[in-house]
């Protein structure tokens, strides 16, 4: 092992040297890729019908609406932080903008009801992004107390809007976001694509990305580089609360409801896409690509378990077990990078 | 008196690169107040560190009592033996009582296993009251000063049957009736037969309190004397006598015009922080392509006003003028808008992004000027400013998207140093630009900055080490308590003559220095409240 660590300090040395392989270095790129497809074979073996076309739109589907979010929980766990209130502003924003909708009739948007449904949960989510990271950053309280807090304020604020009645009745516009297609695509997984896609970019070729990563990296070093550091900390809440919002409104048009209780543990499955894709809990690395092969992992082995009539409690065991793994698998990394 | 209690010969250390101990040896008696005295980067702390058992030395031996310490020992098996260091941060837990914190892990037990409370606040009190304190065991140490707190690590070290207490720097954060206060105490002890190592920076104090010192210089032993018959001169002296190590510079790039002015920039301290220390009334000017050096001990307002002027703390008052321009700056931003960057002192915790790549380390606050369709980064311009800065600086490495953090010190700090050229300053400022590199990578980095100067940049050198400051300046001002003690040109300067200013506030004289710096001791208000 130490003689790979040694091989990449060799400045001296000619470029093209065989590299010696470096078990847990491989393990840390393309570990969670050789489970993913493990799993989809082990699955595909065991089940017939999990390989089907229909299964695996099925899964694909699940997956877009929280992967939406975990592309903006990667940015906020970039920065070092996290968001526990995901799953409960997606919630929120979903009913409100379904409350909205229904009770002020649906002739009354021209047929655009779905819009205003829209950018009303958006807008409910950046909202919320935005007092979360406003607190964060004013009175120095750690992401994760303000998000715990955020969590049941926003779930308890979407309980009272219908007395945790669900909300349903969309018109067909709606309801084509959740489960209408594009060429045999669901419209979820192209805006999960598009989504994904903005946010690589974003991350990998913008300024504003290069800061994420230098305020997770060492805040105190991007302070000193110039970097507003609590404008980028409030920037990244806002954009998950954003895509909470947007998750929230395409979960309902899916379901044909609002519920009040929708998005519950969702932050869990996020989260754990996020870690389990290789982005480190200290912040400063990681990224989009990871986070997706995580999401889908997560994806699968639920789809999977239920496939093969796994009891659904024990899936939260499996889910819990392997969150744990991967950080622990992160923490244990990032250590051998130290002692180097 | 006359017993030898500790004997340590001949102690080495050796850190990656560095030989931080290099055969010192030291020896204490019986009840004596011994001073340890050395520059920044002399061993003191390394020594205390292996004597205190938190790090094994290299090789020597210590004799502590007639008995050979085993160089295995932990700091717990070490207090046991009674050898008792108060560092400069307390180790004590706030919320807790001072009887609690007095016996912690070693609390009296009843018969039954539980803690005997009673015998435990009976005995506090009575070390308590030995020491002629007015404090009660049940208070909790949050609510005490620096001072009090103090008091409390001696009490707990009694408790210890301590028979050599280390004090690191014991007066550092003290007022002047405070450290009278220690003082008295001190001799308390020493009365019991306690032996004491006392670390400080200042002279003065050596003079009041201490019976001998001994000096350690670039990690060797240089001297051991009776302060009755020593001057603070003979103490400085012996602390920076070395030989120079770098070759002063001859050319001169200095012109008129006032690149960076200081006026007037004062701030009270603030009890929260006590990294943020009193700044009074500080004024410079730095002309364009000047080298100034900032010579002072740590904690004695160098890099505090460096941060001040780069925007990194807030000051209470005072005026940056950039290049004739009043220049409000409020954060790290507004400084590199007006021109100013800055190599911050501490490499790694503050300069560095360790895990990510030489390119994103350099570029960083570059890239506004590197930027396409506004919000992109032109990876291109990119490439070609690195590459050009790594021929400029000769840094060495694989390719640019190596991490930062598998390079060696010199070439981290040229990155940071490129990072900084990069945005064509008008001030550039240095702090601590050669601490903990190889002594070619430093002649390198000096010549950037000789580079530098020669473009018309104003540019400020912060070092612990007076040849280099002596070595890269034009002109080297000398910080002392908050202060700005002298400026003069640097060829003028000697390091005697620094060494005085900053540790003693006056020009070098014939006897003992008395009055003034007593009574600038006693202007120190840390953590008076």
Not at chain 2, 297 to 318: H, Y
Request: charged share 20%; glycine share 12%.
């Amino acid at each position: 092992m130490t003689t790979a660590a040694t091989v990449s300090t060799g400045a001296t040395e000619p470029p093209k040297k065989p590299r010696n392989i470096d078990v847990v270095q491989f393990l840390e790129k393309y570990g969670v890729l050789m489970f993913l497809i493990v799993l989809c074979v082990a699955f595909g073996m065991s089940s017939p019908n999990f390989l089907s076309v229909r299964n695996l739109t099925n899964i694909l589907t699940e997956v877009s609406i929280y992967g939406i979010v975990a592309v903006g929980m990667t940015c906020v766990i970039l920065t070092g932080g996290v968001d526990l209130a995901v799953g409960s502003v997606l919630a929120f924003g979903a009913l409100a903008g379904a409350w909205v909708v229904t009770n002020v009739g649906a002739g009354a948007f021209f047929g655009m009801g779905f819009l205003v449904a829209l950018l009303i949960s958006c807008a409910i989510g950046t909202l919320t992004g935005y007092i979360h990271g406003k607190t964060i950053t004013l009175f120095n309280v750690p992401p994760f107390i303000v998000t715990l807090g955020g969590m049941t304020i926003w779930r308890g604020a979407t309980l009272m809007m219908n007395d945790g009645a669900p909300i349903a009745g969309f018109d067909a516009g709606y309801r084509w976001w959740g489960r209408g297609d594009v060429l045999g695509i669901p419209v979820p997984v192209l805006v999960l694509f598009v989504v994904a896609a903005a946010g690589y970019v974003v991350l990998r070729y913008t300024r504003y990305g290069r800061q994420i990563y230098a305020v997770g990296g060492n805040p105190e070093a991007a302070r000193l580089t110039g970097i507003n550091v609590p404008r980028v900390l409030v920037s990244v809440y806002v954009i998950v609360g954003f895509l909470a919002g947007l998750a929230g409104f395409l979960l309902s048009a899916r379901l044909g409801s609002a519920e009040a209780i929708a998005g519950s543990s969702y932050e869990l499955r996020i989260i754990a896409s996020v870690v389990i894709g290789g982005t480190s809990l200290f912040g400063g690395m990681g990224g989009i690509g990871g986070t997706m092969i995580g999401a889908l992992l997560i994806g699968v082995l639920l789809n999977g378990l239920v496939m093969m009539n796994v009891s659904p409690y024990f899936q939260q065991i499996v889910m819990g077990v392997i969150i744990v793994l991967a950080v622990a698998f992160d923490t244990y990394a990032k250590m051998r990078r130290g002692k180097r | 008196m006359g017993q030898t209690i500790l004997k340590a010969a001949d102690i080495k250390k050796v850190f990656p690169g560095v030989v931080a101990l290099d055969g010192v040896r030291i020896e204490i008696e019986r009840g004596e107040v011994h001073a340890l005295l050395g520059e920044n980067g002399a061993g003191k702390s390394t020594f205390l560190k292996i004597l205190a058992g938190a790090q094994p030395s290299d090789g020597g031996v210590m004799v502590f009592d007639g008995q050979t310490l085993d160089p295995a020992d932990t700091p717990m098996a070490r207090q046991r033996l009674g050898i008792v260091t108060i560092y400069q941060e307390f180790n004590l837990l706030p919320a807790m009582t001072i009887a609690e914190n007095m016996y912690l892990g070693r609390e009296p037990l009843r018969r039954n296993g539980l803690i005997d409370w009673r015998r435990m606040y009976r005995d506090a009190k009575t070390v308590i009251d030995e020491l002629g304190l007015d404090l009660d065991p049940r208070m909790p140490v949050r609510v005490l000063s620096v001072a009090e707190q103090q008091m409390v690590e001696i009490s707990k070290a009694l408790t210890m049957n301590a028979r050599l207490i280390i004090m690191d720097e014991p007066t550092a954060a003290l007022s002047g009736k405070e450290v009278d206060k220690l003082h008295a105490i001190i001799h308390g002890l020493r009365a019991k037969g306690i032996s004491i190592i006392y670390v400080t920076h200042r002279l003065v104090e050596v003079a009041a309190v201490c019976d001998r010192f001994t000096v350690f210089r670039d990690g060797r032993y240089v001297d051991t004397r009776a302060v009755q018959g020593s001057t603070m001169q003979d103490m400085v002296r012996l602390m920076v006598g070395r030989d120079v190590e770098f070759q002063r510079r001859r050319d001169r790039f200095a012109g008129e015009r006032v690149m960076l002015e200081v006026r007037g920039v004062s701030r009270a301290g603030n009890l929260a922080d006590p990294h943020a220390c009193v700044l009074t009334d500080l004024s410079v000017q730095v002309r364009a392509g000047e080298i100034v050096g900032f010579a002072g001990l740590v904690g004695a307002g160098r890099t505090e006003l460096a941060r001040v002027i780069f925007g990194a703390d807030g000051c209470d008052s005072g005026v940056i003028v950039v290049d004739g321009k009043v220049t409000p700056i409020r954060n790290p931003g507004d400084a590199i808008a007006a021109g100013i960057a800055l190599v911050p002192e501490d490499r790694k915790q503050q300069g560095c992004f360790l895990p990510h790549s030489i390119r994103h380390n350099m570029s960083l606050p570059s890239l506004k000027r590197l930027s396409k369709w506004r919000f992109f980064v032109d990876e291109t311009g990119e490439r070609a400013l690195i590459a050009d800065y790594t021929r400029k600086l000769g840094i060495r490495m694989a390719n640019d998207e190596v991490a930062i953090g598998t390079l060696s010190g010199g070439n981290q700090q040229k990155v940071l140093l490129a990072r900084c050229m990069a945005l064509h300053p008008k001030v550039l400022i240095v702090d601590e630009p050669t601490r903990g590199i190889d002594v070619g990578a430093k002649a390198e980095v000096h010549q950037v900055l000789f580079e530098m100067a020669k473009a018309g940049v104003a540019v400020i050198v912060i070092s612990s080490e007076l040849p280099e400051v002596m070595a890269v300046s034009d002109r080297i001002v000398t910080f002392r308590e908050g202060r700005i003690t002298g400026s003069l040109p640097a060829e003028d300067a000697t390091e005697e003559g620094l060494m005085s200013l900053m540790a003693l506030g006056g020009p070098p004289v014939g006897g003992p220095v008395g009055g003034p710096i007593g009574a600038a001791a006693t202007a120190h208000v840390h953590a008076a409240h």
